[in-house]
C-alpha cells in the first residue's frame, strides 16, 4: 500500500519525460544545421568551422588551462561587480521608496539614466578608469544597479500602507520592520530584480571584454578574431553561452526556492 502510494503517476512521468526530451530537441536541432551547413560548401570552412572543430578547439583551451584563466577572471569581475552593484541598487531602491523627498529628488535623474543603454558609458568609463580591472568592475556595478533598484522600488511600494500603519501603531522598531516586513513581502520582486540584473550583468561584462580588455572571455573572442580564429570565437560563444544560461537557471532555482510559501 505504501509503495501504491509514493507511485509517481504515469501522467506525470510522461510529461516530465516529454519536457526533458523537447528541452534537448532545439540545441540538437541546431548543432545539425550547424554541421549541415559547413558540409554544404556555401560557406569557406575559414568563416565556418563545423561543431566538431570548436568542440577540439575548446578541449585544447581547457588542456592548456587558457580557458580556465578567462573563464576566472571573467566570473571575477561579475561577482565583484555584481555584488557592488546589487548592494547599491537595494539601498536605493529602498530609500526612493520609503522616503517621498528622495524620490522627488532622485527618481527622474535615475528613470533618465536608466533608459541609458549601460555599453554607451564605456567610453566614458575608460577615459576616467582606463582598461584595467576598476572599469569592468564598474560597467557589471552599473549594468546590475538598475534592474534592482527598480525591483526594489516596485516591491517596496507594494507592500500595503496598513501595514505600515500596524507597525506603527504597535510601535515597531525599525530594524523588526524591516526584517518582519518589508523583507519578507518584498522578496519576490528583489529576487526577480537580482535575477535579471545577473544576466544583464554578464551579457555586459562579456560586450565590454570584447571593447577593452586583456583577459577574459570577451578577450579570448576578440584575440580569436584578430587572428582570424573563427573556432576561437565560436568556442568563446559557446562558453558565454552556456556560463549564461547556468547563471539564469540556478536564479531561478533560487528564486523559485525562495517564493515556494507562495504557492503553498
Request: hydrophobic share 60%; net charge positive; charged share 15%.
Given at each position: 500500500?505504501?509503495?501504491?502510494?509514493?507511485?509517481?503517476?504515469?501522467?506525470?512521468?510522461?510529461?516530465?519525460?516529454?519536457?526533458?526530451l523537447?528541452?534537448?530537441?532545439?540545441p540538437?536541432?541546431?548543432?545539425?544545421l550547424?554541421?549541415l551547413?559547413?558540409?554544404?560548401?556555401l560557406?569557406?570552412?575559414?568563416?565556418?568551422?563545423?561543431?566538431?572543430?570548436?568542440?577540439?578547439?575548446l578541449?585544447?583551451?581547457?588542456?592548456?588551462?587558457?580557458?580556465?584563466?578567462?573563464?576566472?577572471e571573467s566570473?571575477?569581475?561579475?561577482?565583484t561587480?555584481?555584488?557592488?552593484?546589487?548592494?547599491?541598487g537595494?539601498?536605493?531602491?529602498?530609500?526612493?521608496?520609503?522616503?517621498?523627498?528622495?524620490?522627488?529628488?532622485?527618481s527622474?535623474?535615475?528613470l533618465?539614466?536608466?533608459?541609458?543603454?549601460?555599453i554607451?558609458?564605456?567610453?566614458?568609463?575608460?577615459?576616467?578608469?582606463g582598461i584595467?580591472?576598476?572599469?569592468?568592475?564598474?560597467?557589471?556595478?552599473?549594468a546590475?544597479?538598475?534592474?534592482v533598484?527598480?525591483?526594489?522600488?516596485?516591491g517596496?511600494?507594494?507592500?500595503?500602507?496598513a501595514?505600515?500603519?500596524?507597525a506603527?501603531v504597535?510601535?515597531?522598531?525599525?530594524?523588526?520592520l524591516i526584517?518582519?516586513?518589508?523583507?519578507?513581502?518584498?522578496i519576490?520582486?528583489?529576487?526577480?530584480?537580482?535575477?535579471?540584473?545577473?544576466?544583464?550583468?554578464?551579457v555586459?561584462l562579456?560586450a565590454a571584454?570584447?571593447?577593452a580588455a586583456d583577459?577574459?572571455?570577451?578577450?579570448?573572442?576578440?584575440?580569436?578574431?584578430?587572428?582570424?580564429?573563427?573556432?576561437?570565437?565560436?568556442?568563446?560563444?559557446?562558453?558565454?553561452?552556456?556560463?549564461?544560461?547556468?547563471?539564469?537557471?540556478?536564479?531561478r532555482?533560487?528564486?523559485?526556492?525562495?517564493?515556494r510559501?507562495?504557492?503553498?
Amino acid at each position: 500500500m505504501a509503495s501504491a502510494a509514493l507511485r509517481v503517476p504515469p501522467a506525470d512521468t510522461f510529461r516530465a519525460s516529454r519536457s526533458a526530451l523537447s528541452s534537448i530537441v532545439a540545441p540538437v536541432a541546431l548543432l545539425a544545421l550547424w554541421q549541415l551547413a559547413c558540409l554544404s560548401g556555401l560557406f569557406p570552412p575559414q568563416v565556418l568551422v563545423p561543431p566538431s572543430e570548436v568542440a577540439r578547439t575548446l578541449l585544447e583551451l581547457a588542456q592548456s588551462g587558457e580557458l580556465e584563466r578567462h573563464i576566472g577572471e571573467s566570473m571575477f569581475r561579475l561577482a565583484t561587480g555584481f555584488t557592488i552593484g546589487a548592494l547599491a541598487g537595494l539601498a536605493f531602491g529602498a530609500a526612493i521608496a520609503l522616503s517621498r523627498l528622495a524620490e522627488a529628488a532622485l527618481s527622474p535623474f535615475f528613470l533618465a539614466l536608466w533608459q541609458v543603454p549601460v555599453i554607451a558609458f564605456v567610453p566614458m568609463l575608460v577615459i576616467f578608469l582606463g582598461i584595467d580591472e576598476p572599469f569592468k568592475i564598474a560597467i557589471v556595478a552599473l549594468a546590475a544597479f538598475f534592474p534592482v533598484a527598480l525591483a526594489t522600488f516596485d516591491g517596496v511600494r507594494g507592500v500595503p500602507k496598513a501595514w505600515f500603519d500596524v507597525a506603527r501603531v504597535y510601535r515597531t522598531r525599525l530594524p523588526d520592520l524591516i526584517w518582519r516586513i518589508l523583507v519578507p513581502a518584498t522578496i519576490p520582486s528583489v529576487l526577480t530584480g537580482l535575477r535579471v540584473a545577473l544576466t544583464r550583468a554578464w551579457v555586459v561584462l562579456v560586450a565590454a571584454e570584447l571593447l577593452a580588455a586583456d583577459s577574459g572571455i570577451g578577450q579570448m573572442m576578440e584575440m580569436g578574431r584578430q587572428l582570424f580564429r573563427i573556432d576561437v570565437v565560436l568556442a568563446g560563444v559557446v562558453v558565454s553561452g552556456v556560463i549564461g544560461f547556468a547563471l539564469d537557471w540556478g536564479a531561478r532555482a533560487i528564486e523559485r526556492r525562495a517564493t515556494r510559501w507562495k504557492t503553498a
